[in-house]
Nanobody, 116 residues
Framework: QEVLVESGGGLVQPGGSLRLSCAAS?????????MGWFRQIPGKARELVAQ???????TYADSVKGRFTVSRDDALNTMYLQMNSLKPEDTGVYLC?????????WGRGTQVTVSA
């Protein structure tokens, strides 16, 4: 069974940076799938913030363009989200999964809190 584990979140001041990781196990190769980083805020629908296709194409939500960068290490079967110039509105639980079709059940995600 495919398992996705997110990590790297934490508490950071506005303007700070974090690097999130999405590690895959169970046999599914991330590079063969269109993957996404999502943000979940209580009471709101899950939001796609960044996409990385199997071909390496990236797209971003307008709210994070120029600040977030999604990448992948195929040797480690891991996807990353580099988050710079963080803002309080970036606060939420960040999860990874297939972009349009989940490749795994949703994990716990990793909490990002941006606060002074």
């Amino acid at each position: 069974q495919e398992v996705l584990v997110e990590s790297g979140g934490g508490l950071v001041q506005p303007g700070g940076s974090l690097r999130l990781s999405c590690a895959a196990s169970g046999g599914r190769v991330l590079s063969a799938n269109d993957m996404g980083w999502f943000r979940q805020i209580p009471g709101k629908a899950r939001e796609l913030v960044a996409q990385l296709t199997s071909r390496g194409t990236t797209t971003y939500a307008d709210s994070v363009k120029g600040r977030f960068t999604v990448s992948r290490d195929d040797a480690l079967n891991t996807m990353y989200l580099q988050m710079n110039s963080l803002k309080p509105e970036d606060t939420g639980v960040y999860l990874c999964n297939g972009h349009l079709v989940p490749i795994s059940s949703w994990g716990r995600g990793t909490q990002v809190t941006v606060s002074a």
